[in-house]
C-alpha cells in the first residue's frame, strides 16, 4: 500500500515536472527556431541618429574608483550631442576616490552633474530614487559603473522610444572576460543564448522584452507613470519590465547596443548573482501574476510569456524533483515490472527533450554572433546547467523560508568586480576619437575622412 | 584484465566527447573577447567614406606601375589594379574590371559595366543600361535610366537617378536626390530627397470642414462616441499617454494633443494635426493635407495621402506608401521614414533626410488622372 | 587589438562592417524544412518498424564486447520492452548481491565518494553534479544495506536500458532536426548529421550499456543508479551536445563565408 502509494506520488511528480518542463521546451524551441528564420529582426537601426530626445544617463557607483573613469570617458566620446545629455553619476556613499573622480569630470564636462550620497538606504534602487528627482532628460539610460559603452550606444538605446508605446527599452550585454575562468567562458555562452536569440525572438515575436537595469534605459514619464523605481526589489528592472507591462507599456529590445560585461569568474560570485536575480525574479511573480492573468492590455499570448519569463526559476526545482522521484521508482522493483512507457517517457523527455532547447538557442546565437570557437564549449556547459539548478534550488529555498517565516531576505548585493579599469582609456582596444565628434546633420554625416573606425 | 582494458578504452572514448570543448578551453583561456566595435557610429554615407579613405590610404602609399603614363597611372593593390586618371570618358559598351578613379570628370556612354568601384573627384554622368559596383562622386552624379548600382552610390553634389535605376544598397547625397520614377534603392538619405513633379505650391484647404475632434477629449466634450471615436475606450497608459481599444477611424479633422496607442487600426480624415506620437498595432492612414508633428509607428502597413506634412519619423511593420504632395521637413533634425515592406514614394514628395525600407524604397509616377480625382482639394 | 579595425583588405570593400549582424538570419527555405521533416519521420519509422531487430542487434553487438571485455554472460533471456513490441533480450550477468561484493568493491564506493567530494571542493562548476552523484551512492548503499528485497538483475537493468534508448532512438531524428538540419547551410551536411548522431547513438548506448554490466558485476549494485544516470540519459544528451558543437562550429564558418574574417577567433 505504501508503496503504491510512493509509486503514484512520484509518477505525479514526474508527470508534473513533465508538463511544466515540455511546456518550457516547446517555448525555447520555437523562440530558437523563430530566431533562425527572421531575416528581419525587429529594430530601430535604421532609425538611431534621427531620434534625439534629451536624455540623462545614470551611472550608479559604490566604491569604483578603479573602473570610474572608464565609463565615464566613454559616455563623454559617445556620439551624442553634449547639448541634449545629461549625465548623472550617483555616487551611493562611496569611501574610495569614487567621488574625486567623478567631481573632476564634472568640472571638465559640464553636462556632467554628480549626484552624491552619504545616507539612505542602501543599493542601487534607492539611489536611482534619489537621483531621479533632479533628472532633465525625457528618457533616462542606465549603465553598471563597470560598463563601457560603445560610442553609437547612447543613440542605439534612445531610438526605440519613437514609438509612443515603449516605456523601457534594454541593449545587449556581452561578456568580456570569457577566459579569466571556465565559468566565465561558459556565462558568455548563456549570456549569447539569452540575448541573442531569446530576447531578441521574444521581441520579434511581439513580446515585451525583459529591461535589465543596465545598458538599457526608460522614459520618464512612464516611470513615474507606475510610481518610480521601486527600493525594496532586489531586481527593480524586472520589477519595472512587469509594473510597465501593466500599465500598457513595453520593453523594446536594442541587440545592436552591445555593451562589454564583466561576468563572475568565480562560483561563489555567481551563485550570490544567481540568488538575487532568482529572489527578485520570484517575487516578482507573486506580486504581478494576479494582474498579468486579468490584464485588459495583453493577449493570451502576450500574458503566458510573461508568466513563464517570470516563473522560469522554478523549473530547477522542478527538474530535482523529477529526478528524485526517478529515483523513488529506480529502487522500487514493483516500477519495473510493468511496462511503464510513461514512467520512461518522462524520465528521457524532459532530460533529453528540454534540456536541448537550451543548448539550440546557445547554438542558434554563436551562428549569428559569428563566436564560432566558444561553440566546441557546450559539452563543458553541463556543468553549468547542474551548477545553476542547484544554486536556484537553494534561492528559491531560502526565499520561500524567509516568506513563510515573514523574515527579511537577502540584501542587495553588488556584484564583486574584477576588471582593474584603464584609466579611461576605454578598456584598452579602441582609442576613441575626440573632437569633430559633432558632425554634420547630427552625426549622420562622416565628418572628415579621418579617424572613424571601422 | 579485460574489462579494466575495455574500461580504459571506454574512459577514452567518453573523454573525447569533452576533447574539443578542453581545448577550445586552453585557447580560449586568459582572453578576452574583442569582437565589439566600440567606436562604431551609425553613418549614413559610409559606405562612401570608408571607400575614400582606403584609396587615398593606398594611392598615398602605393608606387604608380612601371607603365603609367601621364594621361594614366596604375597602381597595383595585391590583386587589383587601380586606374588613376584626369578625365575619363568611355564610350557605350565599355566593361572595366579595375578600380577607376577620375581625378576630374567621368562619363560614360550606354550599357557600360563597370566590375569593381569607380571613384569620381569632379562631377559624374553614367549612361543608360550601364552597371556598376559601387560609386563615389565629390561632385555632382548623374545616373541614367535603368542603370544597375550592385552595392552603393555616394554623392557630395547632387545625386540624380534616373528612372528604372536599381541601387542595392544606401544612395547618399550631401546636397540632393533626385529620385526618379520605376527607380529603386534599400535607403536614401540627403538634405533634400525629391521625386519626380515637384511643385512647392501649398495645398488649397478646404473652407468648410467638419467639426475638429480632439484626443484626449476636453472636459465639456460628449462622452458619446462621434465620428469614429468612442471615449469610452480611450484609456490612460500614465505619464500623459493614451492607449485607444480597438481601431480608430475618425471621420472628422482630428487634434491629437497626446502621444496615443491604438490596438487597432488608425486613421484620420483630412486636415488633421497630429501634434503627438501614435503608434498602431495594425495600419496607419493619414488623411490629406494633415500635418502629423509627431511619431508614426505602426506594425502594419502605413498610408499617407496627398500634401501631408510630417516633421518626425515614420516606421512601418508593413509597407509605406507616401502619396503625391508628401512633405518631410523639420529644425535641426531630419526626418526619416522607415518600412520594413516596400516603401513606395509618390510624385512630387520632397522629403529632408531618409527614406528606406528592408525591402526597397520605389519612386513611382503618379497619373495625372489620378491626380485630378484624387487630390486633397477635392 | 580589435580584429574589427581594418588591416587593409585585398579589395577596396570594407573587411568588417559590424561583426555581429552580417549575418541576419538562417537559411530556413522551404525545401529544407520538408527534407528535414521526411528525414525525420523516416529514421523515426525505420526505427520504430525494425525496433526489434534492432534491439536484437543491439544485444547481439552487446554480446560479442561482453566476451570481448571477460564478462561472463549466462545467456539472453526475453524482457518486455513496452506493450504491442515483441520482448527484447536482457543479460543474465551475474550481479553480486550487497553481502557477496568484496571488499574491494566497497572500498571502490568509498573511495568514489571521497574523490567526487574532493572535486566538488576543488572545481566549484562540478560541485552541484558531484554532490548529485554522491546522493545517488548514498541512496544506493542504504538501499543495498537496508532493503535486501532491492536485487535489480541484470535482466532488469538491460531492460531499463533498452526502454530508456529505444525511447531516445525514436526522439532522436526529432531533435536532430532542431539542431543538425535547420541550422546547417548544407542540407546534405544537416541530413550526414543526422545519420550520423542516429548510427552513433546505437553504438554508444552499446558501449555504455556493456561498461555499465561491467561495473555492475565486479561491484554489484552500488552503482547501478549512478551507472544509469550518468551514463544513461545524461551521456546521451552529451554526445548530442558533442556533434551539435562540432555541427556548429562548422557551420558557421560556411555560413558566414567569405565574412568568415569578420569573425571573432574567440
Not at chain 2, 570628370?105 to 549612361?127: K, L, Q, Y
Given at each position: 500500500?505504501?508503496?503504491?502509494?510512493?509509486?503514484?506520488?512520484?509518477?505525479?511528480?514526474?508527470?508534473?515536472?513533465?508538463?511544466?518542463?515540455?511546456?518550457?521546451?516547446?517555448?525555447?524551441?520555437?523562440?530558437?527556431?523563430?530566431?533562425?528564420?527572421?531575416?528581419?529582426?525587429?529594430?530601430?537601426?535604421?532609425?538611431?541618429?534621427?531620434?534625439?530626445?534629451?536624455?540623462?544617463?545614470?551611472?550608479?557607483?559604490?566604491?569604483?574608483?578603479?573602473?570610474?573613469?572608464?565609463?565615464?570617458?566613454?559616455?563623454?566620446?559617445?556620439?551624442y550631442d553634449w547639448e541634449l545629455l545629461e549625465v548623472i553619476p550617483v555616487n551611493d556613499r562611496s569611501t574610495d576616490g569614487t567621488r574625486a573622480i567623478v567631481d573632476d569630470f564634472a568640472r571638465r564636462y559640464p553636462f556632467i552633474k554628480p549626484y552624491h550620497r552619504s545616507e539612505g538606504v542602501g543599493g542601487k534602487p534607492a539611489a536611482l530614487v534619489e537621483a531621479t528627482v533632479n533628472a532633465t532628460g525625457e528618457i533616462y539610460l542606465m549603465f553598471d559603473a563597470d560598463y563601457v559603452p560603445g560610442r553609437a550606444v547612447l543613440k542605439m538605446l534612445t531610438a526605440p522610444?519613437?514609438?509612443?508605446?515603449?516605456?523601457?527599452?534594454?541593449?545587449?550585454?556581452?561578456?568580456?572576460?570569457?577566459?579569466?575562468?571556465?565559468?566565465?567562458?561558459?556565462?558568455?555562452?548563456?549570456?549569447?543564448?539569452?540575448?541573442?536569440?531569446?530576447?531578441?525572438?521574444?521581441?520579434n515575436l511581439g513580446f515585451t522584452a525583459q529591461f535589465g537595469g543596465t545598458v538599457g534605459g526608460v522614459r520618464a514619464a512612464a516611470l513615474r507613470a507606475v510610481g518610480g523605481w521601486n527600493p525594496e526589489s532586489l531586481t527593480e528592472d524586472t520589477d519595472l519590465t512587469f509594473a510597465l507591462l501593466l500599465s500598457g507599456w513595453r520593453t523594446a529590445y536594442v541587440n545592436r547596443a552591445e555593451c562589454y560585461?564583466?561576468?563572475?569568474?568565480?562560483?561563489?560570485?555567481?551563485?550570490?548573482?544567481?540568488?538575487?536575480?532568482?529572489?527578485?525574479?520570484?517575487?516578482?511573480?507573486?506580486?504581478?501574476?494576479?494582474?498579468?492573468?486579468?490584464?485588459?492590455?495583453?493577449?493570451?499570448?502576450?500574458?503566458?510569456?510573461?508568466?513563464?519569463?517570470?516563473?522560469?526559476?522554478?523549473?530547477?526545482?522542478?527538474?530535482?524533483?523529477?529526478?528524485?522521484?526517478?529515483?523513488?521508482?529506480?529502487?522500487?522493483?514493483?516500477?519495473?515490472?510493468?511496462?511503464?512507457?510513461?514512467?520512461?517517457?518522462?524520465?528521457?523527455?524532459?532530460?533529453?527533450?528540454?534540456?536541448?532547447?537550451?543548448?539550440?538557442?546557445?547554438?542558434?546565437?554563436?551562428?549569428?554572433?559569428?563566436?564560432?570557437?566558444?561553440?566546441?564549449?557546450?559539452?563543458?556547459?553541463?556543468?553549468?546547467?547542474?551548477?545553476?539548478?542547484?544554486?536556484?534550488?537553494?534561492?528559491?529555498?531560502?526565499?520561500?523560508?524567509?516568506?513563510?517565516?515573514?523574515?527579511?531576505?537577502?540584501?542587495?548585493?553588488?556584484?564583486?568586480?574584477?576588471?582593474?579599469?584603464?584609466?579611461?582609456?576605454?578598456?584598452?582596444l579602441n582609442q576613441a576619437p575626440t573632437g569633430a565628434a559633432r558632425q554634420s546633420l547630427n552625426g549622420l554625416y562622416h565628418a572628415n575622412s579621418e579617424g572613424m573606425g571601422d | 584484465m579485460l574489462f579494466l582494458l575495455y574500461s580504459v578504452l571506454f574512459l577514452a572514448l567518453f573523454y573525447v566527447h569533452f576533447f574539443l570543448a578542453h581545448r577550445a578551453w586552453i585557447t580560449i583561456r586568459g582572453k578576452r573577447s574583442s569582437e565589439l566595435d566600440m567606436s562604431y557610429v551609425r553613418l549614413?554615407?559610409?559606405?562612401?567614406?570608408?571607400?575614400?579613405?582606403?584609396?587615398?590610404?593606398?594611392?598615398?602609399?602605393?608606387?604608380?606601375?612601371?607603365?603609367?603614363?601621364?594621361?594614366?597611372?596604375?597602381?597595383?593593390?595585391?590583386?587589383?589594379?587601380?586606374?588613376?586618371?584626369?578625365?575619363?570618358?568611355?564610350?557605350?559598351?565599355?566593361?572595366?574590371?579595375?578600380?577607376?578613379?577620375?581625378?576630374?570628370?567621368?562619363?560614360?556612354?550606354?550599357?557600360?559595366?563597370?566590375?569593381?568601384?569607380?571613384?569620381?573627384?569632379?562631377?559624374?554622368?553614367?549612361?543608360?543600361?550601364?552597371?556598376?559596383?559601387?560609386?563615389?562622386?565629390?561632385?555632382?552624379?548623374?545616373?541614367?535610366?535603368?542603370?544597375?548600382?550592385?552595392?552603393?552610390?555616394?554623392?557630395?553634389?547632387?545625386?540624380?537617378?534616373?528612372?528604372?535605376?536599381?541601387?542595392?544598397?544606401?544612395?547618399?547625397?550631401?546636397?540632393?536626390?533626385?529620385?526618379?520614377?520605376?527607380?529603386?534603392?534599400?535607403?536614401?538619405?540627403?538634405?533634400?530627397?525629391?521625386?519626380?513633379?515637384?511643385?512647392?505650391?501649398?495645398?488649397?484647404?478646404?473652407?468648410?470642414?467638419?467639426?475638429?475632434?480632439?484626443?484626449?477629449?476636453?472636459?465639456?466634450?460628449?462622452?458619446?462616441?462621434?465620428?469614429?471615436?468612442?471615449?469610452?475606450?480611450?484609456?490612460?497608459?500614465?505619464?500623459?499617454?493614451?492607449?485607444?481599444?480597438?481601431?480608430?477611424?475618425?471621420?472628422?479633422?482630428?487634434?491629437?494633443?497626446?502621444?496615443?496607442?491604438?490596438?487597432?487600426?488608425?486613421?484620420?480624415?483630412?486636415?488633421?494635426?497630429?501634434?503627438?506620437?501614435?503608434?498602431?498595432?495594425?495600419?496607419?492612414?493619414?488623411?490629406?493635407?494633415?500635418?502629423?508633428?509627431?511619431?508614426?509607428?505602426?506594425?502594419?502597413?502605413?498610408?499617407?495621402?496627398?500634401?501631408?506634412?510630417?516633421?518626425?519619423?515614420?516606421?512601418?511593420?508593413?509597407?509605406?506608401?507616401?502619396?503625391?504632395?508628401?512633405?518631410?521637413?523639420?529644425?535641426?533634425?531630419?526626418?526619416?521614414?522607415?518600412?520594413?515592406?516596400?516603401?513606395?514614394?509618390?510624385?512630387?514628395?520632397?522629403?529632408?533626410?531618409k527614406v528606406s525600407s528592408a525591402h526597397r524604397v520605389i519612386a513611382i509616377s503618379t497619373p495625372l488622372a489620378w491626380l485630378q480625382t484624387n487630390s486633397a482639394r477635392a | 587589438m580589435n580584429p574589427a579595425v581594418s588591416t587593409g583588405g585585398r579589395s577596396a570593400q570594407r573587411t568588417s562592417i559590424y561583426?555581429?549582424?552580417?549575418?541576419?538570419?538562417?537559411?530556413?527555405?522551404?525545401?529544407?524544412?520538408?527534407?528535414?521533416?521526411?528525414?525525420?519521420?523516416?529514421?523515426?519509422?525505420?526505427?520504430?518498424?525494425?525496433?526489434?531487430?534492432?534491439?536484437?542487434?543491439?544485444?547481439?553487438?552487446?554480446n560479442v564486447l561482453l566476451r570481448w571485455a571477460g564478462i561472463p554472460n549466462e545467456g539472453w533471456r526475453p524482457v518486455a520492452i513496452f506493450p504491442g513490441l515483441e520482448p527484447g533480450s536482457g543479460p543474465l550477468v551475474p550481479i553480486p548481491t550487497f553481502n557477496q561484493v568484496s571488499e574491494g568493491a566497497r572500498f571502490a564506493l568509498i573511495l568514489s565518494v571521497v574523490a567526487l567530494l574532493i572535486v566538488a571542493r576543488r572545481f566549484s562548476l562540478f560541485r552541484n553534479l558531484a554532490n548529485f552523484l554522491i546522493v545517488l551512492l548514498f541512496a544506493s548503499a542504504i538501499a543495498n544495506v537496508f532493503f535486501d528485497s532491492f536485487q535489480l538483475q541484470s535482466i532488469v537493468f538491460g531492460q531499463i536500458w533498452l526502454r530508456q534508448e529505444l525511447l531516445v532512438w525514436l526522439l532522436m531524428p526529432f531533435v536532430s532536426l532542431l539542431l543538425f538540419m535547420l541550422p546547417q547551410p548544407k542540407i546534405a551536411v544537416g541530413v550526414s548529421w543526422m545519420l550520423f548522431a542516429q548510427v552513433y547513438g546505437f553504438l554508444f548506448s552499446v558501449l555504455r550499456f556493456v561498461f555499465c554490466l561491467g561495473v555492475l558485476h565486479y561491484t554489484g549494485l552500488l552503482f547501478m543508479p549512478l551507472l544509469w544516470f550518468a551514463f544513461g540519459t545524461l551521456s546521451d544528451l552529451l554526445f548530442l551536445l558533442f556533434f551539435y558543437s562540432i555541427s556548429v562550429y562548422r557551420a558557421s564558418g560556411h555560413l558566414w563565408g567569405v565574412r568568415s574574417s569578420w569573425q571573432s577567433q574567440l
Open positions: 500500500m505504501a508503496i503504491t502509494a510512493l509509486i503514484i506520488f512520484s509518477w505525479t511528480l514526474i508527470g508534473i515536472a513533465m508538463i511544466v518542463l515540455s511546456a518550457y521546451a516547446v517555448r525555447h524551441y520555437y523562440l530558437a527556431y523563430s530566431r533562425m528564420r527572421i531575416a528581419h529582426p525587429r529594430e530601430t537601426n535604421e532609425l538611431v541618429g534621427f531620434v534625439m530626445p534629451r536624455i540623462t544617463v545614470f551611472v550608479p557607483m559604490h566604491n569604483e574608483e578603479r573602473v570610474a573613469r572608464d565609463v565615464l570617458q566613454a559616455l563623454v566620446d559617445c556620439d522610444f519613437l514609438d509612443p508605446e515603449i516605456g523601457a527599452v534594454m541593449g545587449r550585454v556581452v561578456p568580456h572576460n570569457i577566459g579569466d575562468s571556465l565559468l566565465s567562458g561558459l556565462l558568455s555562452l548563456e549570456r549569447s543564448a539569452g540575448y541573442q536569440s531569446v530576447q531578441q525572438a521574444r521581441f560585461e564583466e561576468v563572475p569568474q568565480d562560483w561563489n560570485v555567481r551563485r550570490r548573482q544567481l540568488s538575487r536575480w532568482v529572489t527578485g525574479h520570484t517575487e516578482c511573480l507573486h506580486n504581478y501574476w494576479p494582474d498579468l492573468v486579468r490584464a485588459r492590455f495583453l493577449t493570451r499570448g502576450e500574458k503566458w510569456d510573461a508568466i513563464f519569463l517570470l516563473a522560469m526559476y522554478l523549473t530547477a526545482p522542478i527538474i530535482v524533483l523529477g529526478w528524485l522521484a526517478s529515483l523513488v521508482l529506480f529502487f522500487v522493483p514493483e516500477a519495473h515490472a510493468v511496462p511503464v512507457l510513461p514512467f520512461a517517457m518522462l524520465i528521457i523527455g524532459y532530460q533529453l527533450f528540454s534540456n536541448q532547447a537550451t543548448f539550440l538557442e546557445i547554438g542558434v546565437a554563436t551562428l549569428l554572433d559569428g563566436t564560432r570557437l566558444r561553440a566546441l564549449l557546450m559539452p563543458l556547459s553541463l556543468l553549468n546547467f547542474f551548477a545553476n539548478t542547484g544554486a536556484i534550488c537553494n534561492a528559491l529555498r531560502k526565499f520561500y523560508w524567509n516568506r513563510f517565516w515573514g523574515s527579511g531576505g537577502d540584501g542587495w548585493y553588488k556584484t564583486h568586480r574584477t576588471r582593474p579599469g584603464s584609466d579611461g582609456k576605454g578598456f584598452g | 549614413e554615407d559610409y559606405f562612401g567614406q570608408s571607400f575614400r579613405r582606403k584609396l587615398k590610404t593606398w594611392l598615398s602609399t602605393l608606387p604608380a606601375a612601371s607603365n603609367s603614363t601621364a594621361n594614366l597611372r596604375v597602381y597595383h593593390h595585391g590583386q587589383e589594379r587601380i586606374f588613376v586618371a584626369p578625365t575619363v570618358q568611355y564610350p557605350s559598351g565599355r566593361v572595366e574590371k579595375e578600380i577607376l578613379v577620375a581625378e576630374g570628370t567621368f562619363a560614360c556612354g550606354n550599357n557600360c559595366d563597370f566590375r569593381r568601384e569607380v571613384m569620381v573627384h569632379g562631377d559624374c554622368s553614367i549612361g543608360e543600361g550601364t552597371s556598376l559596383q559601387a560609386i563615389a562622386a565629390d561632385g555632382a552624379l548623374s545616373l541614367g535610366e535603368a542603370v544597375t548600382i550592385r552595392r552603393w552610390v555616394d554623392a557630395a553634389g547632387k545625386l540624380t537617378i534616373g528612372a528604372d535605376t536599381a541601387i542595392s544598397s544606401r544612395a547618399t547625397s550631401r546636397t540632393a536626390i533626385e529620385f526618379l520614377p520605376g527607380a529603386y534603392a534599400q535607403s536614401l538619405f540627403a538634405p533634400e530627397i525629391a521625386t519626380e513633379g515637384r511643385n512647392d505650391d501649398s495645398p488649397e484647404l478646404s473652407t468648410k470642414i467638419g467639426p475638429v475632434l480632439q484626443i484626449p477629449h476636453r472636459p465639456g466634450d460628449s462622452p458619446q462616441a462621434q465620428h469614429g471615436f468612442d471615449p469610452q475606450k480611450l484609456f490612460s497608459m500614465g505619464g500623459g499617454t493614451y492607449a485607444y481599444e480597438g481601431d480608430l477611424d475618425v471621420t472628422t479633422p482630428l487634434h491629437l494633443r497626446a502621444p496615443l496607442v491604438v490596438r487597432g487600426h488608425f486613421s484620420c480624415a483630412k486636415e488633421s494635426l497630429l501634434e503627438a506620437d501614435i503608434k498602431a498595432h495594425r495600419n496607419i492612414t493619414i488623411g490629406p493635407a494633415s500635418v502629423v508633428k509627431g511619431n508614426l509607428v505602426c506594425d502594419g502597413n502605413m498610408l499617407l495621402k496627398p500634401d501631408v506634412y510630417f516633421q518626425s519619423i515614420l516606421q512601418a511593420g508593413g509597407t509605406m506608401r507616401l502619396s503625391f504632395g508628401v512633405r518631410g521637413l523639420r529644425e535641426k533634425l531630419p526626418v526619416a521614414a522607415h518600412a520594413t515592406g516596400a516603401l513606395t514614394l509618390e510624385s512630387n514628395i520632397v522629403i529632408n533626410g | 561583426l555581429h549582424r552580417s549575418v541576419r538570419s538562417l537559411p530556413l527555405t522551404r525545401p529544407r524544412l520538408w527534407t528535414a521533416l521526411a528525414l525525420a519521420l523516416a529514421i523515426f519509422l525505420l526505427f520504430a518498424a525494425y525496433a526489434v531487430p534492432i534491439m536484437q542487434a543491439h544485444s547481439d553487438l552487446a
